[in-house]
């Protein structure tokens, strides 16, 4: 890039590069231009699905700011099935792409999560409902949020072990699902439908 000085030159400094001081962490946010390290953080999840007989491995891997923070970086999706090759390629480039462009990137979560498979989603072990292989995308990079602090969880110690002991209480009773977590876990609660998983209830 070329500079053009048209003041007068009134002196001038030669700098030491140890005089140079570092640009502190605490200042940097992640954007698209901030420079890609030669080492980062990841954590691979394995997604099993009763529609393939080969699993997905999503690959997440963080770039860490101010020192501990971690931020989702970029994302690759490996499987032998190639079926799927196009579009979960164009998916992960999209999902790093805003990644990336740094602010708040929680949006993705719900936005894959609410996306249905025209033929039909399919129960996962404990009679978790996905409605397509997307939304479990979506759900596992919740997961990853929250388990790097990204997605902060309140959880009330209090309601929590009400639902607990509820969920004993209907041990045998037929559940219903939960519209809102996905998982057969809604049934009557003092006249209330209430999911036992999320605390999701139909009278606020």
Same mark, same amino acid.
Request: glycine share 8%.
């Given at each position: 890039?070329?500079?053009?000085?048209?003041?007068?030159?009134?002196?001038?400094? !030669?700098?030491?590069?140890?005089? %140079?001081?570092?640009?502190?962490?605490?200042?940097?946010?992640?954007?698209?231009?901030?420079?890609? &390290?030669?080492?980062?953080?990841? %954590?691979?999840?394995?997604?099993?699905?009763?529609?393939?007989?080969?699993?997905?491995?999503?690959?997440?891997?963080? /770039?860490?700011?101010?020192?501990?923070?971690?931020? &989702?970086?970029? /994302?690759?999706?490996?499987?032998?099935?190639?079926?799927?090759?196009?579009? !979960?390629?164009?998916?992960?480039?999209?999902?790093?792409?805003?990644?990336?462009?740094?602010?708040?990137?929680?949006?993705?979560?719900?936005?894959?999560?609410?996306?249905?498979?025209?033929?039909?989603?399919?129960?996962?072990?404990?009679?978790?409902?996905?409605?397509?292989?997307?939304?479990?995308?979506? %759900?596992?990079?919740?997961?990853?949020?929250?388990? %790097?602090?990204?997605?902060?969880?309140?959880?009330?110690?209090?309601?929590?072990?009400?639902?607990?002991?509820?969920?004993?209480?209907?041990?045998?009773?037929?559940?219903?699902?939960?519209?809102?977590?996905?998982?057969?876990?809604?049934?009557?609660?003092?006249?209330?439908?209430?999911?036992?998983?999320?605390?999701?209830?139909?009278?606020?």
């Amino acid at each position: 890039m070329t500079y053009t000085i048209d003041k007068k030159i009134t002196g001038y400094k !030669v700098v030491d590069k140890s005089e %140079t001081p570092a640009v502190s962490a605490d200042v940097e946010k992640m954007h698209e231009l901030l420079p890609r &390290p030669e080492y980062l953080q990841g %954590t691979t999840y394995k997604i099993k699905t009763p529609q393939s007989e080969h699993a997905l491995y999503i690959t997440i891997n963080d /770039m860490v700011l101010n020192g501990d923070e971690r931020h &989702p970086y970029e /994302m690759f999706i490996n499987s032998k099935n190639m079926e799927h090759f196009q579009w !979960v390629l164009a998916l992960t480039r999209l999902v790093s792409a805003v990644w990336r462009k740094g602010g708040d990137s929680t949006f993705l979560v719900e936005e894959l999560k609410n996306v249905f498979d025209p033929k039909g989603g399919y129960y996962k072990k404990g009679g978790v409902y996905m409605p397509s292989l997307v939304a479990e995308i979506g %759900t596992v990079i919740e997961q990853h949020l929250i388990a %790097t602090g990204v997605i902060k969880v309140e959880v009330d110690e209090h309601q929590q072990a009400y639902l607990e002991a509820k969920k004993e209480e209907a041990k045998g009773v037929e559940m219903q699902l939960c519209t809102k977590c996905n998982v057969k876990a809604l049934i009557l609660m003092d006249g209330c439908m209430t999911c036992t998983n999320c605390g999701d209830s139909k009278c606020g």
